[in-house]
């Protein structure tokens, strides 16, 4: 039997405030998880032993050789399977910022230009050093697009310049110079030595060298838009462009930011406003 003194209280325990969470495999929680790599040996049974050795190393117990499979004579591909004890605690996880801008229809995107420049918004892009990667800035400019929305090629008030693959800086410098671009459209898919951090940082320096007594994006320089599957370990500040945009990206969020960060706010509000007193189609 307890007995409580009179006036004292147990002293109150903080709430638990986490979210533990671990991977999945078969039963919710077992942790277990996959992974793929290749190692630079012949495919056998000595190579599946290193396989199990590195996976041990990274933390992997039980781990198991699911495929192997060789990749030419010198180099073997690897998927392993085991079971991790690591935890996260998933309410420490900063929730990602939303997007600052609203999320345009292209109607909106069309009347906002129109009525802000009276001219179409000139957009000029290209994949460029030695990147033939051109599936990703296809897209978002082709007419075709991406994930059911139109590309921007669709949109009448922007004029798109695709420039297509292993454009050099110098060219993309001219073209964009020559169209009066408004916004430079880079696409960068080859991660090797860093290219794609070390093509976008030498993009910005010339495009800045271009214009040196640019005020801003929009005041004396085109938009440098910078966009690719592995961007996500550095910052705008870092390249020296306006915005990375990376994987998954639509056609939508690209042209909805072109506005944002071209037009005048009140341009981009009147747009939504006779949007939805007009309801016409898309166009
Ligand atoms: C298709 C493909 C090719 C095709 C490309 C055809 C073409 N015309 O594009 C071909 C066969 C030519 C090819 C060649 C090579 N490839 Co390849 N390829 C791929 C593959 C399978 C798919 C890429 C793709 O099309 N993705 C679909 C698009 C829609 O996605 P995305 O590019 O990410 O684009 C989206 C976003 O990133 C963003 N985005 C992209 N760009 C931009 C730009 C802007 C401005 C904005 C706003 C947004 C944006 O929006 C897009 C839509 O959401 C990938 C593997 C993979 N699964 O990703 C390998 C891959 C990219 N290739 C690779 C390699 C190594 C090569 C080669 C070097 C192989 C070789 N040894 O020859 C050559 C290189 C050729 C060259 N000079 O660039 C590696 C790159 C590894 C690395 N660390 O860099 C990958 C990852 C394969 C791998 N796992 O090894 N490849």
Redesign the pocket.
């Known amino acids: 039997m307890t007995v409580e003194t009179p006036g004292t209280q147990a002293p109150v325990q903080p709430a638990d405030t986490r979210q533990v969470i671990r991977p999945y495999g078969d039963t919710t929680g077992d942790g277990m998880v996959q992974m793929s790599f290749t190692l630079p040996i012949p495919a056998g049974k000595r190579a599946d032993a290193a396989a199990l050795q590195l996976a041990g190393k990274m933390g992997l117990d039980p781990a198991s050789v699911v495929h192997a499979k060789p990749m030419g004579p010198d180099f073997t591909f690897f998927i392993v399977y085991g079971r991790v004890g690591h935890l996260i605690d998933y309410a420490s996880i900063p929730v990602p910022e939303e997007r600052a801008y609203p999320l345009l229809s292209s109607q909106e995107v069309n009347l906002a230009i129109r009525g802000a420049l009276n001219r179409r918004l000139v957009v000029v ?1 290209a994949c460029i050093g ?8 296809d ?2 400019l082709n007419v075709k697009g ?2 059911g929305e139109k590309g921007l090629e669709y949109y009448r008030e922007i004029q798109v310049v695709n420039m297509g ?2 454009v050099t800086v110098e060219e993309l410098v001219e073209r964009a110079k020559a169209e009066n671009a408004d916004a430079v ?8 030595k860093n290219a794609h951090l070390h093509n976008t940082k030498q993009t910005a320096a010339a495009f800045h060298a271009e214009y040196p007594t640019a005020v801003a994006a929009g005041m004396g320089r085109p938009l440098l ?6 961007f996500d370990t550095v910052t705008e500040e870092d390249l020296g462009v306006d915005r990375i ?6 056609p939508a969020e ?1 042209a909805s930011y072109l506005v944002h960060a071209l037009l005048p706010g009140e341009a981009v509000r009147e747009a939504r406003q006779a949007d939805d007193d007009e309801g016409e189609d898309g166009r």
């Open positions: 892009g030695t990147d033939a990667h051109t599936v990703g800035i897209a978002i991406f994930a693959a292993q459209l880079v696409s960068q898919v080859v991660t090797q838009v910078v966009g690719g599957p592995r945009f990376g994987k998954g990206t639509t690209v």
